[in-house]
């Protein structure tokens, strides 16, 4: 195997599919790419067993062929290797890799040695525009729960049908819920981290859309463009009924600024760090007072002009969870319907109906 690629594409591409390989592989194998040299261009392909991602780059192919070498050592070589072109061949049980005036020799393993990546077979399918899937992820993908816990809260359920396309994440605590237009049936819980992995090596993809499909007979998932595959296994599992724990009545409505609200928390948050990251707010007549206090670092309190309807109350939250949930709102106004101090408040930006978050409430002493 022999080819010559731009360094920039090069690097670009192993950086991308290294994103999918643990920094402590159970086996050797896992921590290596498989290059895969073809006519006109070079497939770059990493894995975890859970996550698959496979890209394509345009390359000088003098020799087909294919092999395994260590990931890390070949990224951090071309990182620190300056010139434009990269060349690389196989000989013997070795990778030889020339970037300028430097040269390098990596030891390879058999591609028979690499994973088998088994043929997908695409069953339901829907097409959607690339930006608006990453933005979409933004929004979603951090209120699903962090690997270690319940299985099936660190997925990230996906229902389409009838035109419309839903994506719900909860860990328990919170919730976040998408619903857009697309095309196509389909339903999956997919690992939060295959999603983020996927965005970021959709993000430098030229492509207007993604086809998102499923593969039922292998229980897995695929994203795909021109030069990017990334498959990854489904979560087996029934899912929430989310629907059962969405309020549909409240007590109190209030809207405000988006970035003002977002402030006081912040402000507030760092006299909470003591306490759980506990924030209070205390709705009053034309306004919400945000406030935390710990023994240790003192007490903050600050108040945000709003337009509040229906009761006053005292009700507190997790800091990190509200705020989270703020930031991801892109409109200028917020608004926070809650149905009692020890009930789920929603979160939504004003005339965006599309994108929710519900944050249960921390118990506090009066």
Do not use: H
């Amino acid at each position: 195997m022999k080819f010559i690629s731009t360094k920039e594409n090069f690097l670009k591409a192993v950086s991308l599919a290294g994103q999918v390989i643990n920094p402590r592989p159970n086996l050797p194998i896992l921590g290596n790419f498989l290059l895969q040299a073809k006519t006109g261009a070079l497939e770059i392909t990493a894995t975890n067993l859970e996550t698959t991602l496979s890209i394509r780059v345009p390359v000088k192919v003098e020799d087909a062929g294919e092999t395994t070498v260590p990931a890390r050592i070949l990224i951090d070589l071309c990182q620190v290797a300056d010139a434009e072109r990269v060349s690389l061949s196989t000989e013997k049980d070795r990778l030889l890799v020339k970037i300028g005036t430097a040269s390098a020799a990596l030891p390879t393993m058999s591609a028979a040695e690499f994973p088998p990546i088994a043929e997908f077979t695409s069953g339901n399918s829907l097409e959607i525009e690339r930006s608006r899937w990453l933005e979409i992820i933004s929004e979603v993908a951090f209120c699903a729960a962090p690997e270690g816990g319940r299985p099936i809260l660190s997925g990230v359920l996906l229902q389409a049908g009838g035109g419309n396309l839903n994506l719900v994440a909860t860990d328990g605590y919170r919730l976040a819920k998408k619903e857009i237009k697309a095309k196509g049936p389909l339903e999956a819980i997919i690992p939060s981290r295959s999603l983020q992995e996927g965005a970021k090596a959709l993000g430098v993809q030229e492509d207007e859309t993604v086809e998102i499909s499923t593969d039922r007979g292998k229980n897995q998932l695929r994203f795909q463009t021109r030069d990017l595959t990334l498959t990854s296994r489904l979560l087996d599992g029934d899912y929430p009924k989310y629907e059962q724990i969405m309020p549909t009545s409240f007590v109190a409505q209030i809207k405000s600024s988006t970035k003002e609200l977002a402030e006081a928390i912040k402000l507030t948050s760092l006299f909470a760090r003591e306490v759980g990251n506990v924030v209070r707010l205390e709705v009053q007549d034309a306004a919400l007072k945000v406030s935390a206090s710990t023994s240790q670092v003192g007490e903050a309190e600050t108040t945000v002009a709003a337009a509040v309807e229906g009761e006053k109350m005292k009700i507190a939250f997790n800091s990190r969870f509200f705020l989270e949930s703020l930031v991801a709102i892109k409109g200028g106004e917020v608004s926070l319907s809650l149905s009692g101090a020890t009930s789920a408040a929603l979160i939504r930006g004003v005339g965006d109906q599309s994108l929710v978050y519900l944050v249960m409430p921390v118990r506090i002493q009066s």
